[in-house]
């Protein structure tokens, strides 16, 4: 299954509001999960099941979405939230991941 | 502290090997498949391998399959990872990661995701 996110990378300024998406080459019904990357760090879990937050996430964080079409939301972006995000999907093997968003000003 | 830290990367040369080794701690580790991922130079996310709660089920990237082995101690905590006939295009990160599964009634579920990373060992393949 492959996984398009768009764009690939965008500017914004703090307290923007980003949205992140992320096309599937077919059908995962809600396996989608989102990451967060920033240089030179593992990434860490944001999303799963397509808009299910990870404990500890804070709620400026939402995903939606189902099938083939999901998307990332930032509420209002704090200094912190400058990373690269990726999607992966979890419906089937081999799990593979978006080619990432990176999040900059 | 619930963690996994790697081991075992370095600097081998084209159709060489090496195991990778990754101990996890602070959880009950066969209650939880896990992964290996590896990340190239500036790029994004390569899944490569999973592994069941017991070991006895395995799923490969086709990138690797046939080169690369995946295996898991549980009795020590460990999950490894075996490269063989390694290429310039392998040279990487690779992070081991514990799936985002949980526990109920007894029986275990896996859910395809990863909730714990290790910090990653470095691969270098290179003459």
């Known amino acids: 299954i492959q996984m398009t996110q768009s764009p690939s990378s965008v500017s914004v300024a703090v307290g923007d509001r980003v949205t992140i998406t992320c096309r599937a080459s077919?059908?995962?019904?809600?396996?989608l999960a989102w990451y967060q990357q920033k240089p030179g760090k593992a990434p860490k879990l944001l999303i799963y099941?397509?808009?299910t937050l990870q404990s500890g996430v804070p709620s400026r964080f939402s995903g939606s979405g189902s099938g083939t079409d999901f998307t990332l939301t930032i509420s209002s972006l704090q200094p912190e939230d400058f990373a690269t995000y990726y999607c992966q999907q979890a419906n089937s093997f081999p799990l593979t991941f978006g080619g990432g968003t990176k999040v900059q000003i | 502290e619930v963690q996994l830290v790697e081991s075992g990367g370095g600097l081998v040369q084209p159709g060489g090997s090496l195991r990778l080794s990754c101990a996890a701690s602070g959880f009950i580790f066969n209650n939880y498949a896990m992964n290996w991922v590896r990340q190239a130079p500036g790029k994004g996310l390569e899944w490569l391998s999973g592994i069941s709660l017991s070991g006895h089920t395995t799923n490969y990237a086709d990138s690797v399959r046939g080169r690369f082995t995946i295996s898991r101690d549980n009795s020590n905590n460990t999950l490894y990872l075996q490269l063989t006939s390694l290429r310039a295009e392998d040279t990487a990160v690779y992070y081991c990661a514990k799936d985002g599964g949980y526990c109920s009634h007894g029986t275990c579920f896996s859910r395809d995701l990863f909730d714990l990373w290790g910090q990653g060992t470095v691969v270098t393949v290179s003459s």
């Open positions: 099941g397509a808009s």
């Open positions: 077919q059908n995962i019904a809600g396996w």
